[in-house]
């Protein structure tokens, strides 16, 4: 099956270049058999809450590099008016780089990741609009040279000419290999190599220049975020809002956390109520949860755990919007609506309020009439997101679970927020 799934990874390091954090996310790249999904329309409802750039599709377990690049592309939108379109591919490029020169990888190259391993890239590798990158996939939905660039590098790192240790610590010929892998061409290259150097000697974080190419360094990146201190909305960088790297933390006045989800109903309530502020302010949060297919109902929606587990894996998206329920003095307030009463907005906040769902944008292709995934927005009831799910070990070639392996875990893990929240 080409379908990507998350394995039981916690840790994970690439080397001294490059450290990654722990929750290492493998990625749910979507189902891929016409039995997989309910031959209904997937949710289609107005999208109101935040200014999303487009749905794409991902094509590897790579998620994380969408879900981060769906982030930045709505802060960027939100400052700039403009729709932008960030090449995921390039930052998988400098992933692969990290791996291998770093020795951090066996015979096959690994896609997962986390929003930190993410902003580390962006920070020292910067930024490339898709067209710019791979100049024939400016406006496609999904990357199928990320695809056929995976198969390349497994084979050259089995039996080619990545095979060798010392081979794979010699930085010209590994970015050589990775220039094939990914059909750059030449000028594509020659940017490249004017940034960083042929052998990758330098990178933006430690003062290389863009000068002259179309690569953009994150510091040059306007964004626009709601700053919870002084509660107002903030221009500033993508390079501001990645902060720098202190331990598995980022550090920086503006700079995005990760928080993981409680266990006890008082304090999941008051982490609720965090992203339920970020999504008020049109704030885009990234969340990290655990797919289990057999759960998917019609129109896309995971609404309970299942009663037998099924292909699953871990996932990151980038959430929209929330449906909540009970909201004292009003009743429910519907996803899709965008909400401008203060009191409205307020009263959603109260502990009585009950979030019914999630509403998520994913990386699963907006367009699946093979699928049904119509529009490439999804909706995480709370039912399944508190689980608990089965979560298995899971068969390398089926990736079906393996009876005994299983034990209950909760679907929902963290979110990524701005300082303040």
């Not at 609009?129 to 590098?153: C, L, T, V």
């Not at 006890?264 to 797919?291: C, D, G």
């Not at 965008?338 to 292709?365: H, M, Q």
Request: with cysteine; hydrophobic share 35%; glycine share 8%.
């Amino acid at each position: 099956m080409s379908f990507e799934l998350a394995r039981p990874v916690r840790h994970l390091l690439l080397g001294s270049l490059l450290a990654l954090a722990s929750g290492v996310t493998g990625c749910s790249a979507g189902a891929n058999s016409a039995d997989d999904v309910n031959p209904e329309e997937a949710t289609t409802d107005a999208i109101t809450e935040v200014d999303h750039s487009a749905v794409k599709r991902q094509s590897i377990g790579n998620c994380w590099i969408y879900a981060t690049a769906s982030w930045s592309e709505a802060m960027n939108k939100n400052a700039t008016a403009q729709e932008p379109n960030f090449s995921e591919s390039y930052w998988t490029y400098w992933h692969w780089f990290e791996q291998i020169a770093n020795g951090g990888v066996g015979s096959s190259i690994s896609t997962g990741g986390s929003y930190s391993t993410a902003a580390e890239l962006i920070n020292r590798y910067g930024v490339m609009s898709e067209g710019d990158f791979i100049a024939s996939e400016a406006n496609s939905e999904m990357s199928q040279r990320q695809a056929s660039a995976q198969a390349a590098i497994n084979a050259s790192l089995a039996n080619g000419a990545l095979k060798s240790a010392t081979a794979r610590r010699n930085r010209t010929t590994v970015r050589k290999e990775l220039n094939a892998a990914f059909g750059l061409a030449d000028p594509v290259v020659q940017q490249m190599n004017r940034v960083f150097g042929v052998s990758t000697s330098k990178t933006l974080d430690k003062k290389a220049s863009t000068a002259g190419t179309k690569i953009s360094a994150a510091k040059s990146i306007p964004v626009k975020v709601w700053d919870a201190k002084t509660k107002k909305d903030v221009t500033a960088t993508l390079a501001d809002a990645i902060g720098t790297r202190s331990g598995f933390a980022r550090s920086g006045p503006l700079a995005w956390n990760e928080s993981s989800y409680p266990s006890t109903a008082h304090e999941r309530r008051n982490f609720q109520k965090r992203f339920q502020v970020a999504l008020q302010h049109s704030v885009p949060v990234i969340m990290s949860w655990y797919v289990d297919f057999n759960a998917m109902e019609d129109g896309g929606q995971f609404r309970k755990p299942p009663t037998t587990p099924g292909r699953q894996g871990g996932h990151m998206v980038v959430m929209d919007d929330y449906q909540v329920s009970n909201v004292p003095g009003f009743g429910l307030l519907p996803a899709g609506t965008l909400e401008k009463r203060d009191a409205a907005l307020t009263a959603a906040l109260d502990d009585s309020a009950t979030i019914d769902f999630i509403r998520i944008k994913n990386s699963w292709g907006a367009s699946r009439p093979d699928r049904h995934f119509e529009g490439g927005y999804h909706d995480l009831w709370m039912q399944y997101m508190n689980g608990p799910v089965q979560q298995c070990e899971v068969d390398e070639v089926t990736d079906i679970p393996k009876p005994g392996t299983c034990f209950d875990s909760t679907p929902l893990e963290s979110i990524v927020l701005p300082p303040g929240l």
